[in-house]
């Protein structure tokens, strides 16, 4: 890959790379060394692609795989901080519109967290990528009808556990099989 093959590509691909890693890991400054830790990887292992696009594809998967791993790892550590020093992570509340949004943005992180990795990547590259299904599909290895299936999933589990949420009796199970049964909880 020559210096300018792999400028374009670096030019075109990082805001994809850097959406779907900082969603993932909630960490711009992660998401900045996930990514150039692909685009090294990429150029180290001198990895000859047939077209840009390819290349992308793989650079999306090795940049997601990254970010599941960091999320996971930093996940064990606040949870062994917590043990540890049992400490409370809420912070000072500065208003009500503030504080409201916060929790909101909790809930919808907490509940995102709680989704398979299947369902929770392609609903990330979906809705923060701005990726379409075939891309998606691409960048996955999976068909394009099985992302709208799995992005479909993954957005009726977000809203069962959001409901869960501001129902605590009411689970993603409990939805669902309610829904089935033609009732409402």
Known sequence: MTEADFRLLFNSAFPVLYKVACR???SGEAAEDL???AFFRLHEKNMVFP???EAKYWLIRVVKNAALNYAKRKQRERKAYQRAFKENTRQEETGETKLLKKE???EVLEALEKLPD???VVLILKE???MNYKEIGRALGI???NVKVRVFRARERLTALLKGIANPGVTAETVSV???QGGAE
């Open 24 to 26: 993932i890991t909630n």
């Open 35 to 37: 990514c150039q830790e």
């Open 51 to 53: 077209n840009q696009e």
């Open 104 to 106: 909101t943005r909790e």
């Open 118 to 120: 299947g369902l929770r």
């Open 128 to 130: 923060y990528s701005e």
């Open 143 to 145: 068909n394009e009808g």
């Open 178 to 180: 309610t829904e089935s």
